[in-house]
């Protein structure tokens, strides 16, 4: 076995379109309502907060939509990522299990969120908008969102959830760097960020208010629009360049994935990575799907499956999903991009429909797998990344126990080298 098994392609082999999962899907996702009729929401009601193109890719079943030039250029700087195998791990677990990993910290901004900020600004600029307005946990979003507001002129005006926004200061000074407002959420910017401080003046802030925040901006603004990190289908849709990458990258070696893992928080990681899979399993083939979560924010294994907002406020579309309530409060973990509330329509259907499978780790087996993976492979992961992990040494220990030689997989999606002070 090669120590150094990587499985590449070339740009030239970098797929052209990204995959629609609701052409395939054996049952229909409910749909979103209205916050304050409760019918079922237009989709010109959208229109609002997000452009056009985004809005047709929000409802669209058509299978395949193309990836425009101006994207896929934009991808080719860092794409396609690498499929590399965690021979050291394997070694040490004793496990007859192949684990590879998926590594999307080659992004200018070391995560997998800038597959869906690069699309999103370019349709908001091709439509008119001057500036995008968003929330940000951990802050990966949020750089990402200013890189790729860099590239196609746009200002960008980030609400960072404030936990994070005091221990990440590299976080903020990236938002700066390409250009990018940075404020810590809840703030005193927004009628809404005043009403939680006023509550609670140590309110540590979550996703939910700092989605609040950032539509109360674009609501006020000219020329202004919100854009999501993950949760809405055409996020997920984005991010299918990664599991589409995957399956190019193992057929090239011949083998098929068992087991394909993904940390979830809002589901953009996990449904980009296991999506582009779906055909297969429904067409008989033995995969099994694992969403990684933290106790801390229990979603999928923990939340109530009905419709609930994406926002504290109430602001936003009610969408049917696992949830806490909107108006939870997660404590200070420091993986804050798992931080959220809710789920992805689609991975909620999924696991409803027992077509995933979801498992809550502590931080104390996540940040333990995060060490032993730095020492062996080379990479310190983000804190996030650090629940597939744990998922997928949990996955080999179990092929050692039933002496099975699986093929697992997982997404690596983002490096930890600005969160040190995490594992400090």
Known sequence: MSRRERIYLSVEEMPKYWYNVLADLPF???????????EVLKPE???????????????????????????????AVFRPSPLIRASNLEEYLETPAKIYYKYEGVSPTGSHKTNTSIPQAYYNMISGTKTLVTETGAGQWGTALSYAGLKFGLN????MVKTSFEQKPMRKLIINFFGGKVSPSPSLNTEFGKKMLDIDRENPGSLGIAISEALEEVFKKDNAKYALGSVLNHV????????????????????????????????????GTILPFIPEKLSGEKIEFLACEPKSCPTLTEGEYRYDNGDTAGLTPLMMMYTLGKEFIPPKIHAGGLRYHGSAPIIAKLKHENMLNAIALDQ???????RIFSKLEGII??????????????????????????VIVFTLSGHGLLDLTAYA
């Open 236 to 271: 997920l849709l984005h991010q299918t360049i990664i599991g589409l990458e995957i399956k190019k990258q193992f057929e090239k070696i011949n083998i098929k994935p068992d087991v394909i893992i993904g940390c979830h928080g809002g589901g953009s990681n996990l449904g």
């Open 381 to 406: 992961p983000a804190p996030e990344s650090s629940h597939a992990i744990a998922g997928a040494i949990r996955e080999a220990i179990k092929a050692k126990e039933n002496k099975e030689e699986k």
């Open 28 to 38: 229909q996702l409910d749909p979103p309502l209205n916050p304050q009729t409760r």
């Open 364 to 370: 104390e087996e996540t940040f333990e797998a995060a």
């Open 156 to 159: 960008i005006e980030v609400y």
């Open 45 to 75: 009601e959208l229109g609002a907060i997000f452009p056009q193109p985004l809005v047709e890719q929000e409802v669209t079943t058509e299978r395949f939509i193309k990836i425009p030039k101006k994207v896929f250029d934009e991808y």
